[in-house]
């Protein structure tokens, strides 16, 4: 008796097993994956395709790639996620678009409320990249959601700039690298090894997307090693990283500890920039600036003699009104600029949430060659309750050609 009672129980228990199991296939896990753009997801196609055969709901959002066509994109095309799982925020970039990146980043988060996330690492690389990762941990953090996270590697400057005629391990070692960390941030490293059909997959979805710096990299290898250089897919679990600090200090490939927007002449950022963008996503009062044209990424060519007119653009980030008060300077030492900068207004109040664009006219008049004119809105609100950061900058890069 007592034994068909423990073989009742082992049959039940087999059952109950198996129903949960049922369950579980019955209800798929919601994952999304975050990236700053488009071609960014290339880096993690293979896993994520194992996601969309597994049955799960996949969505991708990009913080920037406005004008991405979802319909058209080759990660519907080739890979066969849904167009409508595609989502693009439409502001042209997490940079300079900091607190409106955000606000949607938070939305869709609480919206979907994703299962596992997927998102680029903190490594030091694009600081799009970086603060794509950093609006991620922001949101779960006032949302109060706890998913699984992880970061996959997406460029990095912890070896340093590239070599001109970089070989195939130099190549790896900076698109496809989790930098190291140091104890009590380090964690567990899943590598995926893909099999001949992902890889060829994945190639198909670089050549219909036509990515002109992967294409250029592949071609200078035989196509054993440019499937090795496809076939290098890893992601761990978030490491619990203080965004106040760089990601990495001075190594022996990196003497400096620099991050590859510092060493880059493509980008006017220091890492002490990136640190107040943080702190303005974390404060409770600030805005957004951003200029057309815009000209924050390897710079505007302008052929004048006289005078370069632009929009400047001014969010209040902040639900009540504030005042911001709106100064320039030029080049990394932030020179004063005297009467060669005029705002349309210097002082302007917003309501919360509200939107104002200003007119400012720069005098480069006997000026030539490579030139950052820093653009700062100081937020009163912010400098009366003692803010740890009470102001937002930006770069307007211009080269002057005579």
């Not at 082992?10 to 109950?16: A, R």
């Not at 001014?314 to 005029?342: C, H, M, Q, W, Y």
Request: charged share 25%; proline share 8%.
């Amino acid at each position: 008796m007592m034994r068909l009672r423990r073989i009742m129980v082992v049959v039940l228990l087999l059952g109950l097993a198996l129903g949960a199991h049922a369950g579980a296939a019955q209800h798929p896990r919601t994952v999304l994956y975050v990236a700053a753009h488009g071609d960014d997801i290339i880096i993690t196609a293979g896993q994520l395709h194992r996601e969309l055969l597994a049955g799960n709901e996949v969505y991708i959002l990009f913080t920037g790639s406005a004008g991405l066509e979802p319909e058209g994109c080759p990660l519907a095309t080739v890979l066969g996620v849904p167009p409508e799982n595609i989502l693009v925020i439409p502001y042209g970039g997490p940079i300079p678009h900091l607190n409106a990146t955000l606000f949607e980043v938070t939305r869709i988060i609480e919206e979907l409320k994703p299962d596992v996330i997927f998102v680029q690492a903190y490594a030091g690389g694009h600081p799009a990249h970086d603060i794509t990762h950093v609006m991620v941990a922001e949101a779960l953090k006032r949302l109060g959601l706890a998913p699984e996270v992880y970061e996959f590697p997406m460029q990095t400057g912890y070896y340093g700039t590239l070599p001109p005629q970089s070989t195939l391990e130099e190549l790896i070692r900076f698109w496809f690298t989790l930098i190291p960390l140091p104890e009590g941030l380090a964690q567990p490293i899943t590598e995926i090894k893909l099999t001949p059909e992902e890889r060829r997959l994945k190639l198909d979805l670089v050549e219909e997307w036509n990515i002109g710096w992967m294409m250029d990299l592949l071609s200078r290898f035989s196509d054993e090693e440019a499937m090795d250089f496809l076939d290098n897919e890893k992601y761990r679990p978030l490491p619990p990283f203080n965004y106040l600090e760089p990601p990495y200090g001075p190594n022996e490939w990196n003497p400096e500890g620099k991050m590859l927007y510092e060493l880059s002449p493509n980008w006017a950022y220091t890492f002490d920039d990136f640190r107040n963008y943080v702190l303005n996503l974390r404060s409770g009062n600030g805005a957004d600036l951003w200029t057309r044209p815009s000209a924050t990424y390897r710079g505007r060519e302008v052929r004048v003699d006289g005078k370069v007119t632009f929009e400047l653009h001014i969010f209040n980030k902040a639900d009540e009104s504030d005042t911001f008060r709106l100064s320039a300077a030029l080049d990394e030492e932030r020179r004063p600029v005297g009467d060669r900068v005029r705002f349309e207004e210097d002082r302007i109040t917003l309501p919360g949430r509200g939107h104002r664009v200003v007119r400012v006219t720069c005098d480069v008049s006997g000026a030539s060659g490579h030139h950052v004119l820093w653009l700062r809105a100081d937020s009163e609100n912010a400098a009366a309750e003692g803010q740890p950061t009470h102001y937002i900058e930006i770069p307007l890069m211009i080269d002057v050609v005579r």
